[in-house]
């Protein structure tokens, strides 16, 4: 466990824990308000997170930069990050020893940040965050307790770009979101 932001980010630097170092240009760490009350968890970079070195820049992230706006959301009240720091290559689901492998300085960013809300953005969030038996279709848009944090899964937003019709449940579970963090005054 690293105690300071300055320690995690120093130790996953140089990161080779698994294959997805071969082909990185940059580790997509995360961004954001580092005691931000609501977090954002993905699925891993893109081929611009991967260039720029910041999650969620490419076209889902534009997507999801407008659902912020339209309710909102101040991207820089919150904090965003991956499952795997590195990006998985032509963007296919990160493995298991690839998630297992970032799963250490996740765990790191989200006892640093101490959020309140943590939105799993999509399958792959879903069930490394809670449980592989868990259903995004099935439990997307319901809150889910565990521990002092409350989940609310949804889909990625990459997920929208396939299926537009995705994107009203994508929103209706954003504003789930803003209204319960406006009932418990956390900052949006």
């Known amino acids: 466990m690293y105690n300071t932001w300055e320690e995690l980010e120093k130790a996953i630097n140089n990161c080779q824990k698994c294959k997805l170092c071969n082909g990185r240009t940059n580790i997509v760490f995360g961004v954001g308000n580092k005691s931000a009350d609501i977090m954002f968890i993905g699925e891993g970079p893109g081929a611009d997170e991967d260039r720029l070195g910041e999650p969620f820049v490419g076209k889902a992230g534009q997507l999801m930069n407008k659902a912020f706006f339209g309710l909102g959301i101040k991207r820089e009240n919150v904090y965003i990050a991956n499952i795997v720091k590195c990006r998985p290559p032509q963007n296919r689901v990160p493995e298991k020893d690839e998630a297992f492998a970032c799963m250490d300085y996740l765990r790191n960013q989200v006892i640093l940040v101490k959020p309140k809300i943590?939105?799993?953005?999509?399958?792959?969030?879903?069930?490394?965050?809670?449980?592989?038996?868990?259903?995004?279709?099935?439990?997307r848009g319901n809150w889910i307790k565990s521990g002092d944090i409350l989940y609310m899964p949804t889909w990625h937003p990459a997920a929208l770009l396939r299926d537009e019709t995705k994107k009203i449940q994508f929103w209706k579970d954003l504003k789930l979101v803003k209204d319960k963090a406006q009932k418990e005054s956390l900052k949006t």
């Open 118 to 139: 943590i939105v799993l953005l999509g399958s792959t969030a879903l069930k490394n965050i809670l449980s592989e038996d868990r259903s995004i279709t099935r439990e």
